[in-house]
């Protein structure tokens, strides 16, 4: 198997480490509505991705592209599975439930390896083998921990794998896709803020110069990591993708046990040490694989 290039490695642990600590963000702008947020989100990140085009010598191209039935089928679905992991997740966060959260995104990786093992033909190392176990382990302890159907982290991880499939299999670059998938979620996401808007409801929170600068950040937040890990998904393989999104579930349930004050069971430290020991081991099959000679 040829080695994964460098440059989308680093691009993944960018864009699972900002992940990782964005709820944050969440917790910042949740007086304006996580409806409200989410359709911001839409509409700030269109605005920064179709300058991004043109300061890129990409815009040509991607227009044309817009005229392609099949590239607008793929990111019209690839833009409702982001639309439905945005909400779920933006009002988990902001409903204190950063550590369910974390469950969905340590399930999700879990089924980007069946996916790469059952639909796109990959392999796995024996040390890959042992730490999809642990990492199972850890992820069953954590569910048993909850206590209740954890429909949200269902919906997150489902929906982010096969978002991930879906991009995966677009023939435009990263920038160009995001603002395709803005683009066509635009009309619902200006139609809802439109109504909300009619129906007396601050769509810029205060209206204060802070509350403009979060919303006009949502852009920011949004592009920064979806491009880093649509890169990632396009030069990785599945397998490989899929651990490393470990690092957004471990900043997640740090963040909702020690700044947030979520509950934190003996089960789920365990579930804990489990998981992070599946990361050891990977990391340990990759540092043999570099030590051989080629």
């Known amino acids: 198997m040829p080695r994964p290039p460098t440059s989308a490695i680093l ?3 960018m864009a699972f480490g900002l992940w990782g600590i964005i709820p944050v963000y969440w917790k910042w702008v949740g007086h304006i509505g996580s409806d409200i947020a989410v359709a911001q989100r839409v509409v700030w990140t ?14 040509r191209a991607w227009l044309r592209d817009l005229r392609r039935g099949d590239i607008l089928r793929t990111h019209a679905l690839a833009a409702v599975l982001l639309g439905i992991n945005w909400g779920t997740f933006v009002w988990a966060a902001q409903h204190g439930h950063l550590v369910e959260c974390s469950l969905g995104y340590f399930l999700n990786p879990l089924l ?13 190392s024996r040390r890959q083998k042992i730490s999809i176990g642990l990492a199972a382990g850890g992820v069953l302890l954590q569910m048993i921990a909850v206590g209740r159907p954890p429909w949200i982290a269902l919906v997150l991880a489902f929906s982010f794998g096969f978002y991930g499939l879906v991009r995966r299999k677009s023939a435009q670059g990263a920038l160009a896709g995001l603002a395709t998938e803005s683009l066509v979620a635009l009309p619902v ?7 909300a808007s009619a129906q ?3 769509i810029f929170g205060s209206g204060s110069g802070l509350d403009l600068a979060l919303v006009m950040g949502l852009g920011v937040v949004t592009t920064v990591p979806l491009l880093g890990f649509a890169h990632a998904a396009r030069k990785l393989p599945f397998s490989l993708l899929g651990l490393l999104q470990f690092l957004a579930p471990t900043g997640q349930f740090l963040l909702g046990v020690l700044a947030y004050g979520e509950p934190l069971s003996p089960l789920s430290l365990v579930a804990f040490a ?12 990759q540092l043999s694989k570099k030590q051989e000679p080629t």
């Open 200 to 202: 007396g409801r601050a």
């Open 112 to 124: 980007n390896v069946l996916i790469g093992c059952v639909l796109l033909g990959e392999t796995l």
């Open 46 to 59: 269109l605005a920064l991705t179709v300058p991004l085009l043109l300061l890129f010598g990409e815009a």
């Open 274 to 285: 489990l998981i992070w020991s599946a990361v050891a081991v990977f990391c340990v099959d």
């Open 189 to 195: 996401a200006g139609g809802f803020l439109l109504w």
């Open 11 to 13: 691009s993944a642990v």
